[in-house]
């Protein structure tokens, strides 16, 4: 349901009618985030205040019959839904889902008007409750995840979010029983016969493995009287099952059929499930399907904000932001401070990445009970919502750095355990917060200042992780930080950033002193995986191993190079990493920092230049500590060399080892004289999906004739859109100027719902004979999987808004005009020999 909805900010009386004019309205597609942001916009600056869209479609008549829901898989803040005219439902709340039945309020053969009413103002009723110019993160607004319409027949399979049933509801999976030769798997299925007539039939399961085959299967009779609800359990076994874990993240289909008389199917669908068990053993730590995990979980925190769009990301870049993490050699993700769209959730199942899923809250507490029992709601919400996953690693039911009653963090884990009373399921909480003694796992620090990584009064039956380290404030109000480094900075500090992540010379919970732990500690989540945007800072959170973009820092190399170097994966980044943060600008450190998890690493600087090498100890702590070749770099001997015509000589070349074999090599050259602009997509191998909501990242960097990006470089670049496709941003085909950051400019690309061709162009906005020439890309956007449901008149009018008519030249006037400037431009190179020549006769060789 997302292209083609109506759109307005502010007040409408009377826009929930479903007569009401909205053709004045822009329109959008979901998800939406009300407005775009600039890549600073912390410190308040994004929208609070009512929102409305409006929905025109006309349901298929092959829907008559059946159960219609509408399920929302977030609102932001408070909401209101009507269907043609009649309200539905009232919800607080915007990170769970907000589903509604929509069956007896359809007209069939003519307009439906769904209308959506939000309000993201402030406002302490509900969980989060504290005000946006005090939280450290933004809520931003709008329908910012997908709409879909969900049709059943009137027997039909529940939602778990709608049924509102403890620990019931749709489908419950959970694993009494795991060993790598047989897995004991419970299943719990919750029916609704919505007919007068009681119903016999059959509920069927088969476990199918990636090729189809099935590997397990289950059938059993079931009797459901007229307009009642029940649940139905039973189990199936699984022989030598290939379980799931961070390197092997396995899934298996479970395909469930509800059918009724002679096997007819009258419901069902799949679900991709992994076959794992957990376990928290106190004082011997995390086991995984029945062993020690061998080493410390690592991972980091992440929000779901992005560069411009804020919170309304794509199911794509949900999926692209795992993989990167998951490239990097993380295995664990905070979800700070509340329940992730369920794309990134899927893609942590997928990719084999361990979630800590959060209730909504941070640092408040409103008395009036209300508020408690919707964080008991939430609560509920989310573990119905995610609990058969096998990334769901612990529930984090509690309020993050929240003074609460004293009673109520007892409670909340209560009623994790009463949503899924079955095995793998842990609860987490603060050591230092009020009712953590009823938490087997709890959140602690390292002793960093003993730099020995053991946990401070450990209780031998708890279990310990760091659930935000790294973040080094001068203070709380100033937020001056050695781990917060804007990209642009340079060098210099993302050296600084990746040091003080890494292993710093000063006490403090680092990679290295989280790898020096106990068993009992048993690893780390960073703060943060990304730049992200707040509210009570005017600065965003710079503290990110990749910018608000994912444009990697030094850091972000740093984590890949922790990563085994042997280990394979088809699913993301794995094997030998080396990196040379090093640029060769004249600026550049004479220490030459590289990251790399090799045995062996040999650096050589400028041709026939001496071979320093490198040698990794692997004593305990973090298993590659970035490798510092000191006074090897200097800017005169580039200098010197270039003035006698040897560019070809300079270079740093390194080169990594694993067992005496050469397996990576790595080269840094300096950038010369900017020459042209390259693009290119950072889309982590997926397509663009044409479904008008999909969204891409189009890089641009000026390079040199040779392809090093120049790095120090303060160009300006306008990008222009031709074809299927759109530029996120206030003007659909033009951007406003965009600086280069770091030698690159990011900018983003949205499908539209027509598959084909996107033309993606980046030129100067200053032109000139001696200015780095255009450059293009094309890439093809992908049909949708899924079917689009959606007003043509209200698609029509999204692109009269949004594409604009531009004079464009013959294809003659334009190959004329690519001669002549090719034309000026080798004359130009022609008189700039003369003038480099003049130069040197008149400079530093004359004096000589």
Not at 46 to 73: M, S
Not at 351 to 356: A, T
Not at 496 to 507: D, R
Not at 647 to 675: C, S
Request: hydrophobic share 35%; glycine share 6%.
């Amino acid at each position: 349901m997302n292209p083609a909805w109506r759109f307005y900010k502010g007040k409408a009386e009377g826009a929930s009618a479903a007569t009401y004019t909205d053709t004045a309205w822009s329109v959008v597609n979901l998800p939406n985030g009300i407005e775009y942001l600039s890549e600073e916009a912390s410190g308040g600056n994004n929208y609070q205040g009512e929102v409305w869209y409006r929905k025109h479609f006309t349901p298929d008549n092959a829907l008559k019959g059946k159960k219609l829901f509408l399920h929302f898989e977030a609102i932001m803040g408070k909401s209101k839904i009507w269907i043609n005219g009649t309200l539905l439902t009232e919800h607080l709340g915007g990170y769970l889902p907000v589903i509604v039945d929509i069956t007896d309020h359809i007209k069939w053969n003519k307009d439906n008007v769904i209308a959506v009413w939000a309000n993201n103002s402030n406002d302490p009723s509900y969980p989060p409750g504290k005000d946006q110019e005090v939280l450290d993160f933004a809520y931003f607004g709008g329908i910012y995840r997908d709409c879909w319409l969900i049709a059943h027949n009137p027997i039909h399979i529940t939602d778990p979010n709608y049924e509102n049933e403890v620990a019931g509801g749709g489908t419950l999976i959970a694993f009494k029983k795991v060993t790598e030769k047989e897995a004991d798997i419970f299943l719990q299925l919750h029916l609704r016969n919505e007919t007068p007539k009681n119903f016999k039939g059959a509920i069927v399961y088969q476990l199918l493995d990636e090729k189809e085959n099935i590997v397990a299967k289950q059938k059993s009779s079931v009797r459901l009287n007229a307009s009642s609800a029940k649940a139905f359990s039973t189990s199936i076994k699984i022989n030598n099952p290939h379980l799931w874990s961070p390197d092997d993240p396995h899934l298996y289909h479970l395909k469930i059929l509800v059918q009724g008389n002679k096997n007819s199917t009258i419901d069902g669908y799949r679900k991709k499930i992994g076959v794992r068990s957990i376990e928290f053993k106190g004082k011997d730590g995390f086991w995984l399907n029945g062993k020690p995990y061998p080493e410390p979980l690592i991972g980091a925190n992440r929000h779901q904000d992005f560069a411009i769009v804020g919170n309304a990301l794509s199911n794509n870049i949900h999926w692209r932001d795992a993989k990167k993490l998951r490239d990097a050699g993380l295995k664990v993700i905070r979800n700070a401070h509340y329940p992730q769209d369920p794309a990134f959730m899927d893609a942590c199942d997928e990719l084999g990445l361990f979630v800590i899923i959060n209730t909504p809250g941070w640092q408040f507490w409103n008395k009036d009970p209300q508020f408690e029992q919707l964080i008991y709601k939430d609560i509920r919400n989310m573990v119905r919502r995610d609990r058969n996953r096998p990334s769901v690693w612990l529930w984090e039911p509690i309020l993050n750095e929240t003074h609460y009653p004293d009673y109520f963090a007892k409670k909340a884990k209560e009623t994790v355990e009463q949503e899924f009373p079955y095995p793998n399921s842990y609860t987490a909480c603060d050591d230092m917060a009020k009712g953590a003694e009823y938490y087997s796992v709890q959140f602690s620090h390292p002793s960093a200042a003993a730099n020995n990584g053991d946990t401070p009064k450990a209780d031998p039956s708890k279990t310990y992780f760091t659930r935000e380290w790294g973040d080094n404030v001068d203070t709380w109000n100033a937020h001056n930080s050695s781990s917060r480094v804007y990209r642009n900075w340079g060098e210099g500090p993302m050296l600084i950033q990746a040091k003080h992540y890494a292993n710093p010379s000063y006490p403090f919970t680092s990679y290295d002193v989280l790898y020096k732990t106990s068993k009992q500690h048993v690893g780390g989540a960073l703060w943060h995986s990304f730049d992200h945007q707040r509210g009570y800072h005017p600065d965003p959170f710079y503290g990110g191993l990749m910018d608000v973009y994912r444009q990697p820092k030094y850091s972000y190399y740093m984590f890949k190079a922790q990563r085994q170097a042997t280990v394979e994966n088809r699913l993301y980044e794995t094997g030998p990493v080396l990196f040379i943060a090093n640029e060769m600008t004249p600026f550049s450190s004479e220490d030459v920092v590289v990251y790399s998890n090799c045995d062996e690493v040999r650096l050589t600087a400028f041709k026939g230049g001496e071979t320093l090498t490198y040698k990794n100890p692997h004593t305990k702590g973090m298993p590659s500590p970035p490798i510092v070749f000191k006074e090897v770099y200097n800017f005169m001997q580039i200098k010197a060399r270039t003035r006698g015509g040897k560019q070809n000589e300079v270079y740093l070349a390194a080169e990594g080892f694993i067992d005496g074999k050469k397996v990576i090599a790595d080269t840094v050259y300096p950038a010369y004289r900017p020459e042209k602009i390259i693009l290119w997509t950072d889309d982590e191998g997926t397509s663009l999906i044409a479904d008008g909501s999909d969204f891409i990242t189009v890089v641009a960097a000026v390079v040199d004739k040779n392809g090093t990006i120049k790095r120090l470089n303060n160009s300006q670049i306008y990008f222009e859109v031709e074809g299927n496709g759109e530029l996120i941003g206030d003007d659909p085909h033009r951007s406003s100027l965009k600086k280069l950051n770091w030698g690159t400019a990011p900018v983003l690309v949205r499908s539209t719902t027509q598959a084909g061709t996107v033309k993606i162009k980046a030129h100067l906005d200053m032109e000139g004979s001696n200015r780095p020439s255009m450059g293009e890309l094309e890439i093809r956007s992908s049909p949708s999987n899924n079917e689009l449901l959606f007003s043509s008149k209200e698609l029509d009018a999204y692109f009269e808004n949004h594409t604009k008519v531009k004079t464009t030249k013959s294809s003659n006037e334009k190959g004329l005009q690519a001669e002549i400037d090719q034309l000026k431009k080798e004359l130009n190179q022609y008189k700039l020999k003369e003038v480099e020549k003049q130069q040197e006769d008149f400079g530093e060789k004359r004096k000589k």
